[in-house]
């Protein structure tokens, strides 16, 4: 549902932004999710796909918020742990 609220208000916009942010969301969708899963070799795979969706939506959905670049960058600096505390304070909803 959470993925849905980011997701949904940017379809029909008209907005190049908004279409360059779903684009950008959809091409970082495995990247996100190999370093998810290199990071955490024991995370189960719904986990995996719940925190990179969740990272993306949280900063790549945002026009303006994160370049690809930098959210690579970003998401390449967490931790084991940090990708874990997502997945808790996510999972907490």
Request: proline share 6%.
């Amino acid at each position: 549902v959470n993925l849905l609220a980011h997701i949904v208000p940017r379809f029909g916009s008209d907005d190049p932004d908004q279409e360059e942010a779903m684009q950008a969301f959809v091409a970082g969708l495995e990247p996100t999710f190999a370093v998810v899963r290199s990071k955490c070799p024991s995370m189960e795979e719904p986990d995996v796909q719940l925190v990179g969706t969740e990272l993306l939506a949280s900063e790549i959905l945002q026009p303006g918020r994160s370049t690809k670049k930098e959210f690579a960058t970003w998401v390449a600096s967490l931790t084991e742990e940090e990708l874990k505390e997502v997945l808790t304070k996510r999972k907490a909803y």
